[in-house]
């Protein structure tokens, strides 16, 4: 197997979903190929990485949910700063 075909079932591979034939045929190719081994390694950090992934805690979302409730029926607090065109015009205009 070479890199192009690799690459092409790689994330699929990794995510263990290739037949056994083609796992194999990859296994063999990471095993030789620096590059391919290299993108493979890195393929599985990301994959760590999401999977200790620490859930928001619920209460934070929750008053995220509220706050976005509020400007969706009310629009944004008075004096944000707000949009050009609903500021009030400058003193002296």
């Known amino acids: 197997m070479n890199c192009l075909r690799v690459g092409r079932v790689l994330q699929s591979y990794l995510d263990g979903e290739t037949d056994e034939v083609t796992a194999r045929r990859v296994a063999a190719h990471l095993e030789d ?8 390694s890195l393929y599985r950090e990301i994959q760590h990485a999401l999977a200790r992934r620490v859930e928001p805690d619920s209460e934070a979302v929750e008053r995220l949910r509220t706050f976005g409730a509020a400007l969706l029926n009310e629009g944004p607090p008075a004096g944000d ?13």
């Open 33 to 40: 190929c620096r590059r391919c081994g290299l993108e493979a």
């Open 81 to 93: 700063g707000g949009s050009e065109d609903t500021a009030a015009p400058p003193a002296g205009a």
